[in-house]
């Protein structure tokens, strides 16, 4: 794997983190003898600083706490459990259900985008991913930029010019985030009532945004996970049959951590009747449709123009369906019964019906109930890496994507031709091209580490209303990024003007339409500065 940049730690600090992290040396270690809300803070504090775990630990909140009852644990050398009822229940048994019933936090760092998303598919697991709106991506580790090394990258004739390109694309970013934040700052000033930490933050997150698709897939995140033991066996799994190799060596990192806190919950994964059947099943049947769909569609086959976003399929008889489902809970009656009395109302009826189960919303975060379950919607998207990354952590939908290239183009912010640097932009964008098409044979699985989050790819959602409107409306707000933004506007109209769902659109009422505001960050880091002050 890339050769992890290992942190210092004073002997003190050793002594502390020994009690609350299962190793101090490598990149994937678990959180234990910790409090809940403390690993929960911890982790959500984790999102928007640079800083490792451990370190993010010992500089923001082992100040706060009394640990002085710890002071002869050792997490290091793993954390002993009542095996015997486990055993017995779980693995003679085989009753999964009780592997639900044990959660880890776990921190996999110096992970890179690709990886991040093979970490972030299961639906029945909690994700935090360090966030390129908030980390400045020039800065170094142990003198390096931040991005994946791979070995067989780096043995191969190819080794020297992947690292020389690939810190080439970081010099180009490094080089623009000071003149884009010119740039802003010449733009918008600074509001009279704006603290200068609140100016200089929703510039920076501004700055950030319009670069951020510069930076190579293969740059380094720092991901906190937390699921059950059930949870991360099916992620192992999976992780075990990727063809990715930064993949299956993380999973092998991982499961040595999580042994020392749930061993019971992962015996299966590698033994050869369980779960190394299992993960051969998936490369299996994984490389078999790859090898048929290669002969059944030409590699050269162009694709047919169309749109950024595509509902490409959705019920047509779903307001009918739709309002039986809200009445259904209500009624004494079989569900055919209430749909034909639900067909013979009249338009009225119907949307007193709908806007009764809706209720007053007073915020986005008032749901209705799971009668919106019942109706789908399905898309089909193009759009640059960045966006997809933001979209695809939503986990209650169904998401699929082809796989990051330079073939679909790129994105380039209207910011950048702006300030007067497309030049240097879209030399990136050929550097990053010209690196991943002179890796793509011989490296198929790694080649994407080249490509730049402004690029292109395609993918496929799949949602319930419900999900739909949990995301269109959290993903439409002003604060967020405009590549995502726009993709949850266009879905909503589609929704609304192509399904002829104008009723499932109204109780998305607070998805955002407004054009893009001058500093999307501006306001949260006031309501931010806000809370400050109260404490």
Known sequence: MTVYVPEEFTPDEADI???????????????????????????????????????????????????????????????????????????????DSVAQL?????????????????????????????????????????????????????????????????????????????RLQDFYRARHAKQPGDSDLVYRQAIRAKAFDALRGILPAGSLSNVGIYGTGQGYEQLLLRMRSHPLPEARRYADLMLAELRKVVPSFLKRVDLDDRGVAWSTYLATTRTATEELTARLFPADEAADPADTVTLTSFDPDAEVRLITAMLYPSTHLPEA??????????????????????????NRRHKPGRALERLSYRFDVLADYGAFRDLQRHRMLT??????????????????????????????????????????DRFPAQAPYAVCLAYKVRFVMQLNAREAM????????????????????????????????PAVAEMMRWVDHSPEPALERIDAERRAEARRQLH
């Not at 909690?126 to 709106?133: A, I, V």
């Not at 879209?426 to 550097?431: E, G, I, S, T």
């Not at 949850?488 to 002829?500: C, T, V």
Request: charged share 30%; hydrophobic share 40%.
């Open 337 to 362: 019964q209430v749909e034909r009395r639900v067909r013979e109302m009249s338009a009225d009826d119907r949307l007193a019906v709908v806007r009764a189960y809706t209720g007053d919303r007073h």
């Open 470 to 501: 949990h995301m269109l409306e959290l993903r439409s707000t002003p604060q967020g990024h405009p590549a995502y933004r726009s993709i949850a506007q266009r879905m909503h109209r589609l929704i609304a003007e192509e399904a002829g769902h």
């Open 102 to 178: 044990g959660g880890v936090h776990l921190a996999c760092e110096q992970a890179s985008n690709l990886l991040t998303k093979v970490l972030e598919w299961g639906r029945l697991m909690s994700y935090l991913e360090q966030s390129t709106r908030y980390i400045a991506y020039d800065s170094r580790l142990g003198g390096r930029y931040r991005y994946m090394r791979d070995p067989d990258i780096l043995g191969s004739p190819f080794g020297t010019r992947y690292v020389g390109d690939m810190d080439r694309l970081f010099d180009v970013y490094a080089l623009l985030v000071p």
């Open 17 to 95: 983190l020994r009690r609350y992290f299962t190793n101090l040396e490598g990149p994937v270690f678990a959180l234990v003898n910790l409090p809940e809300v403390v690993k929960g803070a911890l982790f959500a504090r984790y999102s928007r600083s640079s800083k490792s775990l451990r370190r993010l630990f010992l500089d923001e909140f082992v100040g706060e706490l009394d640990i002085s009852g710890d002071l002869t644990v050792d997490a290091t050398v793993g954390v002993r459990r009542a095996e015997e009822l486990y055993d017995r229940v779980f693995f003679d048994y085989g009753d």
């Open 399 to 440: 998401i699929e994507w082809q796989a990051l290239s330079p073939r679909h183009g790129y994105v380039r912010p209207e910011a950048v031709d702006e300030a007067g640097h497309t030049a240097e932009f879209d030399a990136a964008m050929d550097r990053s091209a010209a690196l991943h098409d002179t890796l793509v």
